[in-house]
């Protein structure tokens, strides 16, 4: 592990207006956060900064920074979001060794209710194993945001999940391989449609690759439709599409 150490930030203010995405890579509340603090660090450096600013995580660590984000809320646009793409536990530890689900939806609805933006990112989706429709109305009452992306598979990670899915999950391997080596979008298409309609169903803004910087009315997250990453990748939130 690479233990950042940099200079006093001594101008926050020449960050007024700009994005500052925390845990895009790894994650800025590791279990290592805990002792080496590199994450409040930056936070508090730029709690005055203006910037707009979105903390990506897995961890409820991010609670005992709570009263500092309620100080940066005050004034700067803060966002923070939990990947949350299954409320299966068994498969969540064959995904990853963060915290548990639970205790993801648990740190979300805390700093939710701190008057914090919140967003359920609904990712990797898992074809037949993400339900999401089951997230959603697990998470909408402490969310402002969900955002979906589906599970893309390149490189090497690609047959370590085809492997695992041929293993612990073999009847669906058949779908797996229409998706991934053959190309097949028609799952990810019907599924963007269901998620229209589970908007409609609870009374949810449904967008295309935006990202609106709003609080919203209690249970009604606004969807964010981020599937194909290919197509996204580059647009900057606009609402458009490299589409070929």
Same mark, same amino acid.
């Given at each position: 592990m690479d233990v950042k150490v940099w200079p006093e930030i001594k101008n926050p203010k020449k960050y007024a207006g700009q994005k500052v995405i925390i845990g895009t890579v790894t994650d800025g509340y590791n279990p290592l956060e805990e002792t080496y603090r590199r994450t409040r660090r930056i936070l508090e450096e730029l709690k005055d900064s203006g910037a707009d600013i979105l903390i990506c995580t897995k961890s409820d660590l991010v609670l005992r920074d709570l009263d500092l984000l309620r100080e940066i809320n005050k004034n700067n646009r803060l966002t923070v979001s939990w990947s949350v793409n299954t409320l299966d536990e068994s498969f969540k530890d064959d995904m990853d060794a963060a915290v548990s689900i639970e205790r993801r939806l648990a740190a979300m609805k805390k700093v939710y209710d701190a008057g914090i933006r919140t967003v359920c990112f609904i990712s990797p989706v898992f074809p037949g194993l993400t339900d999401i429709e089951a997230i959603i109305e697990r998470a909408k009452d402490q969310c402002d945001l969900v955002w979906l992306e589906n599970l893309n598979l390149r490189g090497g990670f690609k047959k370590t999940i085809m492997d695992y899915i041929a293993d612990r999950h073999p009847d669906l391997f058949p779908l797996y391989e229409e998706i991934y080596?053959? &190309?097949?979008?028609?799952? *990810?298409?019907?599924? #963007?449609?269901?998620? $229209?309609?589970?908007?409609? &169903?609870?009374?949810?803004? *449904?967008?295309?690759? #935006?990202?609106?910087? $709003?609080?919203?009315?209690?249970?009604?997250?606004?969807?964010?439709?981020?599937?194909?990453?290919e197509e996204v990748r580059g647009t900057e939130n606009s609402g458009r599409r490299n589409k070929k």
């Open positions: 080596n053959r &190309k097949n979008r028609s799952y *990810f298409e019907a599924l #963007e449609k269901k998620a $229209e309609e589970i908007a409609e &169903k609870y009374g949810c803004r *449904f967008v295309d690759n #935006e990202t609106p910087y $709003e609080r919203v009315p209690q249970g009604h997250p606004t969807i964010v439709n981020y599937f194909y990453h």
